[in-house]
């Protein structure tokens, strides 16, 4: 069944327009991953879908209603977590999550979910005393206290150090392993590509590609590399005569070749049949970061500095 669907949305600020014709679904039980720069209309977008703004055109069903028409109705149902979430820096983590889960009918355990997102420990302490990582575990908790069937999560990690990441992640699948469809934006690829089932790439207010994270990089790579070490003689036309090599690079004992189609077992054949022995020889695998790069243009951003977790 279909748990969001967004059809021609458009979203102008004055003049600037940020979400030009996005369209996508996502079924039940995914986890849809949204993927852009920034300025790309990722959070227009979910504001749009959580019913934070109303779009200029287009429609949005979130489980079959309206987020701005069925608002309450939605509200029961869908749980946010948005950038930057700020409390009141003297709240403590058990005040927060039981005073969020009296604004729903009927929320989930929250002593559960405070266990389940490892903040059990804490649940005397102050916002402000919490860590970045704590800090980002509650608004998650937040956003999942009102048991909702569709979670969204814009920029779940940023600010987390790796093995907190790394927590963050696996929580998430344990989440959507309880039956929660959830919507992630982000502009981390390893994050995106880990965890998403299928992945819209949004540029420039529209939507470049909808796949899943290998369809993807499959789309995108056409063009193959293998890289191998050689001690020996190698005449460098055994591998130029080759149907799949477009081009072959020489430094030192490094052999750099470029092609397509069975790259890695021609190269391999053409080797073995020139009773050549090659080191280290592999194919380069590519990433959701090339893929980016070849639907948008633009490298990804790097997960950039973070905080410690304490
Ligand atoms: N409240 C606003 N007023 C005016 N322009 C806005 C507003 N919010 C966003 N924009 C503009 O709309 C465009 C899309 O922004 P949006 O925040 O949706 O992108 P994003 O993909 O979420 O980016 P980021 O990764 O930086 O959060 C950008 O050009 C942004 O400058």
Redesign the pocket.
Known sequence: MTALEVRHLH????Q????NDVSFTVEEGEIFG?I????????????CIAGLRTPDSGTISVLGLDPIKDRAQVRERLGVQL?ESSFPDAIKVAEALELYSSFYRKPADWRELMELLGLTEKRHTRYKALSGGQKQRLSIALALVGNPKVAIL??LTTGLDPQARRDTWSLIERVRDTGVTILL?T?FMDEAERLSDRVAV?HG?RVAAVDTPAGLIAQASTVQQVRFRVRQPLDKRVLTELRDVTDVAITDDRWLVTGSGQLLSSVAGALARAQVVAEDLRLDRRNLDDAFVAFTGRAP?SPGPFRKEG
């Open positions: 979203k102008r600020y004055g600037q327009v940020a979400v949204i852009g720069s920034n300025g790309a209309g990722k959070t227009t977008t979910v504001e950038q814009d920029e934006v502009h949004i207010g951003q």
